[in-house]
């Protein structure tokens, strides 16, 4: 699977649009870019996922760059209950594969 | 619909004993994954079981194992404790053959002293 990097952290207003970003330049044409969160001590939670094409569901919004070598994760009105750390995670659906894990981005919403 | 359970929540042990730690999947799923969080890291994969099989295994030795019943839950096994294994161990569940995602269970926090 290919290799994400991640910002360590970063902070947002209640209220606001909160951006996430993930590089992955090394992926290939049939792996699919994955976003799970992981509130403290929970287990992590899965977001949404794509191949090519932007994708949205109730939680998120993620768009995929032409080139798919970077994507970006859009909590489009933060909460304060949106404070967590964020995965990004490439690699190919339905291949029944685990999942790798980085460090994320530690995202905190502040009031 | 129930999602991905584990018990128990938390436990304690000391260095060299076992533990057995067990999950029930997502109603409708087939197949377990196991991992490992230690503190301020990402989870690491442990195993995944299908069809009462180990079918992928991390980076983890033998003392680490697991066991797929036939209704679909599963139990992770670790044996002669280390400090080290110390951490949150969390199980995933998911459809072996049209898998699109895993879902996580809360997570067993296991403390070794």
């Not at chain 2, 690491?44 to 983890?60: H, K, S, V």
């Not at chain 2, 139990?75 to 280390?82: R, S, Y």
Request: proline fraction near 5%; include cysteine.
């Amino acid at each position: 699977d290919a290799k994400t990097t991640q910002p360590p952290s970063m902070d947002c207003a209640e209220g606001r649009a909160a951006n996430l970003p993930c590089n992955h330049s090394t992926i290939s044409g049939n792996e699919y870019v994955y976003w799970y969160r992981q509130i403290h001590s929970q287990g992590p939670q899965y977001i949404i996922h794509g191949l090519k094409n932007n994708e949205t569901n109730e939680m998120a919004s993620l768009i995929i760059t032409e080139d798919r070598k970077s994507s970006t994760l859009i909590l489009p009105h933060a909460t304060l209950r949106d404070t967590a750390v964020y995965y990004c995670i490439v690699r190919v659906e339905g291949s029944a594969r685990q999942l790798t894990f980085g460090s994320g981005t530690q995202l905190t919403v502040l009031p | 619909d129930a999602g991905v359970t584990q018990s128990p929540t938390h436990l304690i042990k000391t260095r060299g004993q076992q533990v057995t730690l067990r999950c029930s999947p997502k109603s409708g799923h087939d197949t377990v994954s196991w991992y490992q969080q230690a503190l301020g890291q990402g989870p690491q994969f442990i195993f995944q079981y299908y069809e009462e099989e180990e079918r992928q295994r991390g980076n983890f030795p033998d003392r680490f194992s697991g066991h797929q019943f036939p209704n679909y839950s599963s139990e992770l096994n670790v044996n002669a404790l280390l400090l080290g294994d110390s951490a949150l161990y969390l199980c995933a569940s998911s459809l072996y053959e049209r898998e699109k995602t895993q879902y996580f269970g809360p997570g067993t926090r296991l403390l070794v002293l």
